[in-house]
């Protein structure tokens, strides 16, 4: 964000709060307009005012009990968060074509992530890190595909 003076059809300049959060610039806030220099100068400094207001990240929780939700949040990392969407539709097709029976819980895990993520050994098993919080060493990965 940034401010920027504009001069107006009427004479008069406007200071704006301008963003490109979007890719193109947008005014974001218009503060005041005038003539008078020193008005314009306090109008500059209440936008300065305003953009270091917005940078300030506000509290997400305000009660006694959200800020007990928000220790918990504060502890969870992306290995802490599953993502379900996959497992849910590609193991419903996984168990429909029969490779349910299979009891190896890493070979649904590695189908899975395969379907979804379709890259290499090493991207596979990135994929099952962050997304089942499954830490897979590529030595036991490739015994595993030979045996």
Do not use: C, W
């Not at 969870?76 to 190896?104: H, M, Q, W």
């Not at 379709?118 to 919080?133: A, C, E, M, N, V």
Request: no cysteine.
């Amino acid at each position: 964000m940034f401010i920027r003076k504009k001069q107006n059809k009427s004479g008069s300049q406007s200071v704006q709060i301008i963003s490109k959060s979007t890719g193109k610039y947008k005014v974001f806030k218009t503060i005041g307009s005038s003539n008078d220099e020193l008005e314009l100068e306090r109008y500059i400094n209440l936008a300065k005012q305003e953009i270091e207001r917005l940078k300030k990240q506000q509290k997400l929780f305000l009660s006694e009990e959200d800020e007990i939700a928000e220790k918990i949040f504060s502890g969870l990392s992306n290995a802490s968060v599953r993502t379900v969407g996959p497992e849910i539709i590609f193991g419903k097709i996984y168990d429909s074509i029969g490779y349910g029976a299979i009891k190896e819980n890493l070979f649904r895990h590695l189908v899975i992530a395969r379907l979804a993520f379709p890259l290499s050994k090493l991207k596979t098993i990135d994929y099952i890190y962050r997304f089942q919080g499954i830490n897979i060493e590529i030595s036991h990965y490739i015994a595993f595909l030979i045996n």
